[in-house]
């Protein structure tokens, strides 16, 4: 049974970057796509981007390009995101998750990324 | 962009009662359609896909239906446990789009 253990809570500033990790178990890390999305508190989900472990090939939303980027280590199954200039909007809790072919069958727990001066 | 609508953005409803949650998408998605389930403080869990493909391990008393621009996930004889956050989600077209979310509450 696959499981994806995403690193601690963030406290940054605003204009600062965080880079957030998703570090996977049970799977063929190699093979799988892995999904990053942002939930701010009480609203819906957001898509950021997916990459494929792989080749290390990705594809973002349009929203987020430029703001986030995302990369593997296939050494140690995990998956990073990094998200700069950040700002209070980009307070949330950032979820990465296993992408099969398009909808997401194992989660991590989630980060909360919290903006604050 | 493809735009998901979840008609409610909550439901009361009382233990035993049959359910049904909807979502409409701005295009044909071609059935491809998962729905969510998300209590608090916990991440999303994935209860279908395809549109009516149950996950293993999910109750049978959930499902769901639909094609084209219409979808709806249906809970028969609603239990305590279900009492959580639903939403649905396109992977037609990048980028993946989920609806606002429908949340049942006990009456």
């Known amino acids: 049974q696959g499981q994806m253990q995403q690193s601690g809570a963030e406290l940054v500033k605003p204009g600062a970057s965080v880079k957030l990790s998703c570090k996977t178990s049970g799977f063929t890390f190699s093979s799988i796509y892995i999904s990053w999305l942002k939930q701010k508190p009480g609203q819906s989900l957001e898509w950021i981007a997916w990459?494929?472990?792989?080749?290390?090939?990705?594809r973002y939303n349009q929203k987020f390009t430029g703001k986030a980027q995302l990369t593997v280590d296939t050494s140690s199954s995990t998956a990073y995101m990094q998200f700069s200039s950040l700002t209070i909007e980009d307070s949330a809790i950032y979820y990465c998750a296993r992408d099969t072919s398009g909808y997401f069958a194992y989660w991590g727990q989630g980060t909360l990324v919290t903006v604050s001066a | 962009d493809i735009q998901m609508t979840q008609s409610s953005s909550s439901f009361s409803v009382s233990l035993g009662d049959r359910v049904t949650i909807t979502c409409k998408a701005s295009e044909d998605i071609y059935n491809r359609l998962a729905w969510y389930q998300q209590k608090p403080g916990n991440a999303p869990s994935l209860l279908i896909s395809g549109a009516s493909s149950l996950e293993t391990g999910v109750p049978s008393r959930f499902s769901g239906s639909g094609s084209g621009k219409d979808y709806a996930l249906s809970i028969t004889s609603l239990q305590t446990e279900d009492v959580a956050t639903y939403y649905c989600q396109q992977y037609w077209s990048t980028p993946r789009t989920f609806g606002g979310g429908t949340r049942l509450e006990i009456k």
């Open positions: 990459i494929y472990a792989g080749t290390g090939g990705s």
